[in-house]
Each structure stands twice: as structure tokens, then as C-alpha cells.
């Protein structure tokens, strides 16, 4: 029997699953991709026309089989203020800038950077956006009401809050209750259809897709250039739109990426996501879309459905434009709660319960990260907390390594003295390094061997300069050994006082970004 090729199986490992998955997200990306098109002040067919082209290019090129990808809030509340202040058509023009910026990222290959995110940045991560997805959920118990002439939310009532909470728990007893007897078709599928059915039979009042959006009927996407002056005006007012855009999209789609790769215990491909996210936004810039990148939410929904394949994230998108163009009617009929019921399982599925059970057994400054991450994604967004969370980590790292900086020192038969250095020299060891030697009473000939040290950017190199001066300067000799090749051609002062042993020295490189 011929083996089924590689490309083959990541299409689709099983076309069933990938298909069935992809309605099941199809129908939980309508309500979304409405939402967020209101959120950025556009019309709701411009949200559902990002939902599918950003699904249909990155499902089909993207670095992560099963990976949904769609209109997203980071991307819309990014855009607002500038659909507010110049309108839609340079909303278009910022798209179509931040994918070529998107594009370039990944011909960079700085989708690996994404491995420098710690693993509590990560937690906090999952945690902030579960709650975001909740919270967003709540507005499905308020009603829109008219006070004073203003529209206002108020939360819903008496029997209506009740037959809503009922819809929204038995949604979810649905799913639950198909984890246990079968697999074959998708829980949250099966709990969409019989809740819109049990609406629909025993003519419930409560409200539905089509009270939130209207009539979702449109047509194909239309190529269309942004009607905007072209000139360097127009891109000052929208490229800093883009660059923003641009940077949540890609840490939305990386990180989401690393979550995937978790949980399917495989690995994507950075870059190659970057390419395709950035290719779907330009093509949205000239096709009427929004723009977006990936979504957690249902990109959960989708492997917990079984979608495992190119084929899940293509089914969705394919089955988001049928229910543009033909099914509009039927789908305006699901009620709310059951979609409502659905994203509460995504929640309970996506938090990292585990947080609270490690939270006192891990250093303080990881617990500390988690919380500040989490509660930054919630308060202001995605972008802004990876970026705290990473650099928090980072200065506690260099702050860690700092104390492990040590010297042993002894005198050889000729009465030399030698520093044998153990630990990373770099930014923030120098003061430590420095207090290790006594220039001014030790001996004529001083070794510092750095067999067991590793020195890291020019800050290390200007350290070991500097000493080097101080010990000229008294008239002693400073012999520097088992010090790396490369750092011994970027030492200036100290350069004539390295004596090297090739054959002893440590095979290790500089970590520098270019010659001094």
C-alpha cells in the first residue's frame, strides 16, 4: 500500500474531523467577526470578509495545521481611532501596510523569537486572554436600552436572565455530555444545532444571531484600492496604525502557535506563520476586509473538535462565505446562549488551571510575571503584556546571574597570583567582577584565567579593558589566559596581555552583535 504523503496528511489527517471541526468554528466565527467589525466602527460583511480571507490563506499556507485565524479584537480596538478619525478606506491602506510589515518579519526569521518568551509569560498569557474571552461573553446578558435619549447596556432580569443562563448551562452540559459518548461528531456542533432546534420548536423567546448583526447576506469580496491620497502624508497618519497592528498580530498568532504546538505536542513554523499572516492582511487591504490574525478561542475549538489539518481552518473559511452568500437566514436563527455556552467551555478549556497549583512552589518573580501578564492582556492588551512580561523576566534573569560571579584565587611556585573566574561576565556582573581583585596589593605578575567564564557583549569586554589599564597603570603585568579567541581580538587595552593556549582554550563563542 503507497504511503500517503507528507502534504497529504497535513491537509487533512482525517477529513471528517477537519471538516465537521470547521463548521462547528464557521458558526462560533459569525457572532465574532460581527462584533469586531462593530468594535472598529465598520460595517459587520467587513468583519466576516477578514474572517474568511485571513482563515483561507493561513489555513492553507500559514506554519500551523489547525490554527484559526479570522477578525480579531486586538486588531480592531488597534484600529477604532483611525476608522474614526479618517474612515474605512485608510483602515485599508493600515492592513495593507502591516502585512507587508508582517511579510518582512518573517523573510527576517524573527518568528523564532518567539522561544525567548518564558514559560510564565506564557501562562500569563493564556490565563489574560481566557478572561478577555469571558468577559467579552457577559454582554450577551445585557440588552440594549434607550435612557435619556442615550443607548446604554443593562444587564437582563428575571425570566430572562434565567431562560438565558438555562440556554447557556445546557449548552454546555451538551458538551460535556458528548465527551462521554461519542466523538464521531463534534460536542460543541452537536450542542449549537440542538439548542438552536429546541429554540426554534418550542418558539423561545431570546435572542439571536440575526439580532446582533441583521442580515449578514453579501456577496464575493470585490477588489478594491484604498480611495486615499497617495502620498507621504497619508502614510505619517496611517504607519503607526500598521506597526501596531502588524506587532499584535504577530505575537497573537506566535504565541497562539506555541500554545497549539503544546497541545498537539508537535512544532509549527514561525516564520512561515508570519509570510502567511502578513500575505492574508494585504490581501484584505485590497479586498475589503479588516484585517486579523490568530484566535485562540477557536483555534481551541477547533483541535478539541478534532480538526487537526490545513482542511479544519479551509472547511471554516469556506463555510464562513457559504453563510454570506446563501445561508444567512439559517444562520441568524442560532440563539446567542448556545454560542455563548460554547466560548465558556473554550474558557474553561483554555485557562492554565494549573497556575494556582504551582503558584507556591515557583520563585516569586515567575508567580509575579503570570499575574502582571494576565492582568495587562485584560486591562490594556496582548502587545503591551508579552512585551512587560518578557522584559520583567529578562532583568530577573540578569539580576539572578549577577550574584554567580566568583573568584578563587592561589599563587603559583613563582609567586604569581591567579584569579580563576567562574560564572557569565556581562552588563549587570561588572560591579561583582571588579570587587574580585585587589590591583594595589597584589603581586608584580597577576593570571585571571577565564577557563570557567563565559563573557557576553561588549560590557564584559570593556570590564576586562578596563582592569587590564588599572593594572598597567601601577606597572604590573596582567597575563589573561584560556580567555576565547574572539573575545581576544576585540579587547583593545588588554589585547598585548592575553597569552592563549589554542589547545586549552574553551571552544565557546562571543555573544556580540558586532566588532567593537
Same mark, same amino acid.
Given at each position: 500500500?503507497?504511503?500517503?504523503?507528507?502534504?497529504?496528511? =497535513? $491537509?487533512?489527517?482525517?477529513?471528517?474531523?477537519? %471538516?465537521?471541526?470547521?463548521?462547528?468554528?464557521?458558526?462560533?466565527?459569525?457572532?465574532?467577526?460581527?462584533?469586531?467589525?462593530?468594535?472598529?466602527?465598520?460595517?459587520?460583511?467587513?468583519?466576516?470578509?477578514?474572517?474568511?480571507?485571513?482563515?483561507?490563506?493561513?489555513?492553507?499556507?500559514?506554519?500551523?495545521?489547525?490554527?484559526?485565524?479570522?477578525?480579531?479584537?486586538?486588531?480592531?480596538?488597534?484600529?477604532?481611532?483611525?476608522?474614526?478619525?479618517?474612515?474605512?478606506?485608510?483602515?485599508?491602506?493600515?492592513?495593507?501596510?502591516?502585512?507587508?510589515?508582517?511579510?518582512?518579519?518573517?523573510?527576517? *526569521?524573527?518568528?523564532?523569537?518567539?522561544?525567548?518568551?518564558?514559560?510564565? %509569560?506564557?501562562?500569563?498569557?493564556?490565563?489574560?486572554?481566557?478572561?478577555?474571552?469571558?468577559?467579552?461573553?457577559?454582554?450577551?446578558?445585557?440588552?440594549?436600552?434607550?435612557? !435619556?435619549?442615550?443607548?446604554?447596556?443593562?444587564?437582563?432580569?428575571?425570566?430572562?436572565?434565567?431562560?438565558?443562563?438555562?440556554?447557556?448551562?445546557? @449548552?454546555?452540559?451538551?458538551?460535556?455530555?458528548?465527551?462521554?459518548? @461519542?466523538?464521531?461528531?463534534?460536542?460543541?456542533?452537536?450542542?449549537?444545532?440542538?439548542?438552536?432546534?429546541?429554540?426554534?420548536?418550542?418558539?423561545?423567546?431570546?435572542?439571536?444571531?440575526?439580532?446582533?448583526?441583521?442580515?449578514?447576506?453579501?456577496?464575493?469580496?470585490?477588489?478594491?484600492?484604498?480611495?486615499?491620497?497617495?502620498?507621504?502624508?497619508?502614510?505619517? %497618519?496611517?504607519?503607526?496604525?500598521?506597526?501596531?497592528?502588524?506587532?499584535?498580530?504577530?505575537?497573537?498568532?506566535?504565541? @497562539?502557535?506555541?500554545?497549539?504546538?503544546?497541545? /498537539?505536542?508537535?512544532?509549527? *513554523?514561525?516564520? *512561515?506563520?508570519?509570510?502567511?499572516?502578513?500575505?492574508?492582511?494585504?490581501?484584505?487591504?485590497?479586498?475589503?476586509?479588516?484585517?486579523?490574525?490568530?484566535?485562540?478561542?477557536?483555534?481551541?475549538?477547533? $483541535?478539541?473538535?478534532?480538526? *487537526?489539518?490545513?482542511?479544519?481552518?479551509?472547511?471554516? /473559511?469556506?463555510?464562513?462565505?457559504?453563510?454570506?452568500?446563501?445561508?444567512?437566514?439559517?444562520?441568524?436563527?442560532?440563539?446567542?446562549?448556545?454560542? @455563548?455556552?460554547?466560548?465558556?467551555?473554550?474558557?474553561?478549556?483554555?485557562?492554565?488551571?494549573?497556575?494556582?497549583?504551582?503558584?507556591?512552589?515557583?520563585?516569586?518573580?515567575?508567580?509575579?510575571?503570570?499575574?502582571?501578564? /494576565?492582568?495587562?492582556?485584560?486591562?490594556?492588551?496582548?502587545?503591551?503584556?508579552?512585551?512587560?512580561?518578557?522584559?520583567?523576566?529578562?532583568?530577573?534573569?540578569?539580576?539572578?546571574?549577577?550574584?554567580?560571579?566568583?573568584?578563587?584565587?592561589?599563587?603559583?611556585?613563582?609567586?604569581?597570583?591567579?584569579?580563576?573566574?567562574?560564572?557569565?561576565?556581562?552588563?549587570?556582573?561588572?560591579?561583582?567582577?571588579?570587587?574580585?581583585?585587589?590591583? !594595589?596589593?597584589?603581586?608584580?605578575?597577576?593570571?585571571?584565567? $577565564?577557563?570557567?567564564?563565559?563573557?557576553?557583549?561588549?560590557?564584559?569586554?570593556?570590564?576586562?579593558? =578596563?582592569?587590564?589599564?588599572?593594572?598597567?597603570?601601577?606597572?604590573?603585568?596582567?597575563?589573561?589566559?584560556?580567555?576565547?579567541?574572539?573575545?581576544?581580538?576585540?579587547?583593545?587595552?588588554?589585547?598585548?596581555?592575553?597569552?592563549?593556549?589554542?589547545?586549552? !582554550?574553551?571552544?565557546?563563542?562571543?555573544?556580540?552583535?558586532?566588532?567593537?
Amino acid at each position: 500500500m503507497t504511503d500517503i504523503p507528507t502534504w497529504a496528511k =497535513s $491537509f487533512s489527517p482525517n477529513i471528517k474531523n477537519d %471538516v465537521l471541526s470547521g463548521l462547528t468554528v464557521a458558526l462560533a466565527l459569525v457572532p465574532e467577526a460581527v462584533a469586531f467589525a462593530f468594535v472598529a466602527g465598520v460595517e459587520p460583511l467587513v468583519g466576516l470578509y477578514a474572517a474568511f480571507m485571513v482563515g483561507l490563506i493561513t489555513s492553507l499556507l500559514g506554519g500551523r495545521p489547525g490554527m484559526i485565524s479570522g477578525a480579531t479584537g486586538a486588531v480592531a480596538v488597534v484600529l477604532v481611532a483611525l476608522v474614526a478619525s479618517h474612515g474605512v478606506e485608510y483602515m485599508f491602506v493600515a492592513v495593507l501596510l502591516a502585512g507587508a510589515i508582517q511579510i518582512t518579519a518573517g523573510l527576517l *526569521r524573527l518568528g523564532k523569537l518567539v522561544r525567548l518568551v518564558p514559560e510564565s %509569560v506564557m501562562f500569563g498569557f493564556v490565563n489574560g486572554l481566557a478572561i478577555v474571552i469571558f468577559l467579552a461573553q457577559l454582554q450577551s446578558f445585557q440588552n440594549k436600552t434607550i435612557v !435619556d435619549g442615550v443607548e446604554v447596556m443593562q444587564w437582563m432580569t428575571g425570566n430572562e436572565l434565567y431562560l438565558m443562563c438555562g440556554l447557556v448551562l445546557g @449548552t454546555m452540559a451538551i458538551i460535556l455530555g458528548m465527551a462521554h459518548i @461519542t466523538k464521531a461528531v463534534p460536542a460543541p456542533l452537536v450542542a449549537i444545532v440542538s439548542i438552536t432546534l429546541l429554540v426554534h420548536f418550542l418558539n423561545i423567546d431570546t435572542h439571536t444571531v440575526g439580532d446582533l448583526a441583521g442580515s449578514i447576506k453579501g456577496g464575493l469580496p470585490q477588489f478594491h484600492l484604498p480611495n486615499v491620497p497617495w502620498n507621504l502624508e497619508m502614510i505619517k %497618519v496611517v504607519l503607526p496604525y500598521s506597526i501596531i497592528v502588524a506587532s499584535v498580530g504577530l505575537i497573537e498568532s506566535l504565541m @497562539t502557535l506555541s500554545l497549539l504546538d503544546e497541545m /498537539s505536542q508537535t512544532r509549527g *513554523r514561525g516564520n *512561515r506563520e508570519c509570510m502567511a499572516l502578513g500575505l492574508a492582511n494585504m490581501v484584505n487591504g485590497v479586498f475589503g476586509g479588516m484585517g486579523g490574525c490568530a484566535m485562540i478561542g477557536q483555534s481551541v475549538i477547533n $483541535f478539541e473538535s478534532g480538526g *487537526r489539518g490545513r482542511l479544519s481552518g479551509f472547511s471554516a /473559511s469556506v463555510f464562513l462565505l457559504v453563510f454570506v452568500l446563501f445561508g444567512s437566514g439559517l444562520i441568524s436563527q442560532i440563539p446567542i446562549a448556545a454560542l @455563548t455556552g460554547v466560548m465558556f467551555m473554550v474558557v474553561i478549556g483554555t485557562f492554565e488551571w494549573s497556575s494556582f497549583r504551582v503558584m507556591g512552589k515557583i520563585p516569586k518573580a515567575d508567580a509575579l510575571v503570570i499575574v502582571l501578564v /494576565s492582568a495587562i492582556t485584560v486591562m490594556h492588551d496582548l502587545a503591551i503584556a508579552v512585551f512587560v512580561g518578557v522584559i520583567v523576566s529578562a532583568l530577573v534573569f540578569a539580576w539572578e546571574k549577577s550574584k554567580h560571579v566568583y573568584g578563587k584565587t592561589r599563587l603559583n611556585p613563582q609567586g604569581w597570583k591567579i584569579y580563576e573566574i567562574d560564572g557569565p561576565l556581562f552588563f549587570a556582573s561588572i560591579g561583582d567582577f571588579k570587587q574580585l581583585f585587589t590591583p !594595589d596589593t597584589d603581586p608584580d605578575d597577576v593570571i585571571i584565567d $577565564f577557563a570557567h567564564c563565559r563573557v557576553y557583549g561588549h560590557s564584559g569586554l570593556d570590564a576586562i579593558d =578596563s582592569l587590564a589599564e588599572r593594572y598597567r597603570s601601577l606597572g604590573k603585568t596582567l597575563h589573561i589566559v584560556h580567555l576565547s579567541p574572539e573575545c581576544k581580538q576585540l579587547l583593545e587595552k588588554a589585547g598585548d596581555m592575553v597569552e592563549v593556549n589554542h589547545l586549552e !582554550d574553551p571552544h565557546y563563542h562571543l555573544a556580540v552583535d558586532e566588532l567593537a
